[in-house]
């Protein structure tokens, strides 16, 4: 009988609109958004109808073309494409753009213009079709020959989708882009100089050029002999002809020589490159190898940190006091190797065969990093002129229309463009996968993710379940309540109920991991998801360790052993304790934390077999108020006032609970309207010593590394968004003042104890004799006051001959009840004073004389 399977849930974990069950991050969009409103008018000394060059003032210029930016434009731009279909977050398909606006020679500027249509052309049924597009954003560029970059999306109708996508893949030009610009001019006015009104464009930084040094040869006929590894000439080298094998590398034993030659497969290198006998590194092509392979021995470096020193009379590449390559003598091989690393952005060096590697290979893991829109904030003009002379009456602006056209056609297999990314992944199959991020050789955390049909949505699971916080306090969410229970033999205990509200915990490192493993398996074409789900699963059940569950557990009677069915977003676990209980399980919790038991997922795998189920490995369910569910903080912007470039940001604490903060994740955008153009990982802070310290209502300036931001490419790009998730936020208070405040807020009776005070002199007074009452007729009365073992006075009472008897509350919170738990250990002090017409001296504090009798009998002391 085949399996009903339930409807998948999904909930969302790191969108800004769902982010009650993790850190709520701030989306700061202080990196200015550029959109051209551009009154340029460009001066010529006649009109540019023609397709020529113009020139005027010692300057070219001609009408500018418009193209989209290729997916491989040796930009330094990863992942911005120029014809990419996306989906919003309402579901609708949106095709999104990137132009351009050049001129193909170098040295001539384009025309300035005004204003820009761009209208896609393709043919249905009934003939073509027009579909405009709406302008997001111009983007100035810094190249001579490259005017602005133009950003531009349309929603594709549903009805209009299979012949839009028809008209793309078939090759007979219907299918296009017509780009309509207006270009304004005018010619100088007479009898003046002209002069640059515009600031001066800052000197661009150049970085010197250097050229690999590298012998080709064919990867595809790599083989392990023995120690060694051999190849054959690609291209001819002397004598050697093409076929010829060569030695490539030699290793000191056949283990060493397989590494290797699964390194060389994996990272697809066919060049060994050299600086000098001591450096060597591999290229792929012309590209640095990227990505990881398991089992490496690899050592990460910061690039921007890294220097060539004269140490020791050496020369050598070091990081901080680390040494990283040695030149010898010669510091002009330092140099050129310190450009290579630079030009192809290394960042990690691994060796094969350690000590006296046998093969050494440097690798990027990172992105290459982009440039903050500095300089240029508002667009480029074209040599706007001032007069120094009285102007003569100038001629009027006139405006040309130019217009250029795209053929769009484009391979119905091409993932950057029909956003088919997954189908570049191992198989079209959704399995779970287990990733595992270790750091000083311990486990740091672990994730598992599940790529599904849609390319922005990825299940995830959590990666531990935390006591919750609530976000006005900062409290946890345990509460306790206290109630009479009779036993089976009639007596009568007190029994505390807790009830422990249990949520989701998603570190911000294993999302990053997890992007980077994306990135990595899709050959850089997923850049960033912001739809991480929990779902992909059929049912959830939590299990409690064994040793809670046996009958001689800590816990009197026992915690709901096993929930079959849980909310995994958030859920309830309820235990029962006995007084003694409960002091026992405050002790274990309290000195290191418990992990209670895990929880399960029935993951959902869809396989071209159908849809088939398996159990996830166990998540720990954490009871600890030292590593409660992040506490909320605000996080707002610090900018660079009239520069609008945002400097840093404010950490705020809110809450009434102070806190620290173990660090930050930041993560940079480049986004329109919902589209994400490109992603940087690699920003950090600087002058701050994490963890931060918070009491509650202060506020904090963190700022961002410099270095980080100058190391950004030159190449454009505009980010308009960080992301900022606060992570390992922590009461910083004693779990102890924690507990007791969960204790102070249980609820139910908290009548448990009275004292009964009495003084049998007063209640005898009539039957006494008059012998027996002279020594006491002086006193009108007795005032007893009762301290708690910890010196504090709880209660006061006054004893006469009217009112000889009174009952004292001795527990008044179920902390009190929680010391006094035990009969034989209700200690207390108490000391009397006589109400007398003079003032009377307290007596000392005694001991009650019985911890074990509710009775407190007071004679006045004469």
Not at 258 to 280: E, I, M, P, Q, W
Not at 404 to 425: M, P
Not at 657 to 662: C, L, Q, R
Request: with cysteine; proline share 6%.
């Amino acid at each position: 009988m085949p399996t009903t399977l339930k409807p998948t849930k999904t909930t969302g974990i790191f969108t800004s609109s769902k982010l009650n069950y993790a850190v709520n991050p701030a989306i700061m969009k202080n990196f200015r958004s550029i959109l051209t409103v551009n009154n340029a008018v460009n001066i010529l000394s006649e009109a540019p109808t023609a397709d020529k060059i113009y020139t005027y003032n010692g300057k070219n210029y001609a009408k500018p073309q418009f193209e989209l930016l290729s997916n491989d434009n040796n930009s330094g731009v990863p992942g911005q494409k120029g014809f990419q279909f996306t989906k919003d977050t309402e579901g609708n398909l949106r095709l999104n753009i990137i132009a351009k606006a050049f001129h193909p020679q170098k040295n001539v500027t384009p025309l300035d213009f005004k204003s820009i249509t761009v209208v896609l052309h393709y043919k249905n049924a009934s003939g073509i079709q027009k579909v405009h597009l709406q302008i997001i954003q111009i983007v100035p560029d810094k190249a001579t020959n490259v005017l602005k970059h133009i950003y531009a999306q349309t929603v594709i109708k549903e009805a209009d989708k299979e012949a839009v996508y028809k008209a793309l893949i078939t090759p007979d030009g219907s299918s296009k882009l017509i780009f309509t610009a207006d270009v304004w001019w005018q010619k100088p006015t007479p009898n003046s100089t002209p002069t640059r009104s515009a600031t001066p464009t800052p000197p661009r930084r150049t970085t010197p050029t250097v050229k690999d040094a590298c012998s080709i040869f064919d990867k595809n006929t790599i083989k392990i002999t023995g120690n060694s590894i051999t190849t054959t000439v690609k291209k001819r080298v002397g004598p050697m002809q093409i076929g010829t094998p060569v030695p490539l590398l030699k290793f000191r034993n056949p283990s060493d020589a397989k590494k290797a030659y699964l390194a060389l497969k994996h990272y697809k290198l066919d060049r060994k490159c050299n600086v000098g006998s001591t450096f060597t590194y591999f290229l792929s092509g012309n590209n640095a190898p990227t990505g990881k392979l398991r089992g490496e021995d690899a050592i990460e470096f910061t690039p921007s940190k890294l220097q060539v020193k004269f140490v020791q009379k050496r020369w050598k590449i070091v990081e901080g006091n680390r040494y990283l390559f040695d030149f010898g003598s010669n510091r002009n091989n330092a140099n050129k190797a310190f450009a290579i690393i630079k030009k192809h952005g290394f960042d990690t060096v691994c060796y094969i065969g350690r000590p006296n590697p046998g093969m050494t290979y440097l690798k990027r893991t990172k992105s290459q990093r982009m440039q903050l829109f500095h300089a240029v904030i508002q667009p480029r003009m074209l040599e706007a002129i001032r007069t120094t002379a009285q102007p003569a009456q100038p001629s009027k602006p006139q405006k040309i229309t130019v217009t250029s056209q795209q053929i769009l056609l484009f391979d119905k297999e091409d993932a950057t463009v029909f956003q088919g990314f997954f189908d570049a992944l191992e198989s079209n199959d959704f399995k779970w996968r287990k990733e595992t991020k270790i750091k000083h050789g311990e486990i740091e955390h672990s994730y598992y993710y599940r790529l599904t049909n849609d390319p922005n949505k990825v299940f995830f699971l959590p990666q531990v379940y935390r006591i919750g916080v609530n976000h006005k306090t900062g409290e946890p969410k345990m509460y306790l309540n206290l109630y009479e229970n009779e036993k089976d033999n009639g007596d009568k205990e007190y029994r505390i109920q807790m009830t422990m509200f249990i949520e989701p915990y998603y570190h911000p490192l294993a999302k990053k991991d997890l992007l980077l493993d994306l990135a990595d398996l899709s050959k850089g074409n997923i850049k960033y998801v912001e739809n991480l789900v929990l779902g992909g699963y059929q049912n959830v059940s939590f299990k409690i360790e064994d040793r809670f569950a046996q009958e001689n557990a800590l816990f009197s009677i026992k915690i709901t052993e096993e929930l079959q069915q849980i909310d995994p977003v958030g859920f309830t676990i309820t235990a029962d304790h006995s007084l003694e209980s409960f002091e026992a399980f405050k002790e274990e919790f309290l000195a290191n934390g418990i992990n209670i038991g895990k929880i399960f997922f029935d993951l959902e795998e869809e396989t071209e077999a159908g849809v088939t189920v398996k159990e996830s490995h166990p998540i720990n369910v954490e009871l600890n108020f030292e590593k409660l569910k992040n506490i909320p903080l605000t996080v707002e912007s610090i900018d660079g006032g009239t520069t609008g470039i945002l400097q840093g940001f404010y950490l705020k604490n809110q809450t009434p609970t102070p806190v620290t903060v173990e660090n930050v994740d930041l993560t940079l955008l480049a986004t329109n309207d919902n589209f994400i153009y490109d992603v940087d990982y690699e920003l950090h802070t600087k002058g701050v010593t994490w963890p931060l310290s918070l009491a509650p209502g202060d506020r904090e300036g963190i700022f961002i590394n410099q270095d980080d931001v100058d190391q950004l490419s030159d190449k454009n790009m505009v980010w308009t968004n960080m992301v900022c998730e606060p992570y390992g936020v922590r009461a910083a208070i004693d779990p102890e003042k924690i507990m007791a405040s969960v204790v102070d807020r249980a609820t139910g009776d908290t009548q448990q104890w009275t004292l009964n005070v009495s003084s049998p002199l007063f209640e005898n007074w009539d039957t006494c004799s008059e012998e027996e009452k002279t020594p006491y007729k002086k006193i009108m009365g007795v005032l007893v006051e009762i301290r708690n073992s910890q010196g504090e006075i709880i209660a006061s009472c006054e004893l006469n001959k009217a009112n000889p008897r009174q009952l004292i509350k001795m527990t008044n919170t179920v902390q009190q009840l929680l010391n006094t738990k035990k009969q034989d250990n209700r200690k207390y002090e108490f000391r009397q004073t006589n109400i007398t017409l003079t003032p009377s001296t307290p007596s000392e504090w005694e001991s009650s004389e019985n911890t074990s009798i509710e009775h407190l009998y007071i004679y006045p002391k004469v």
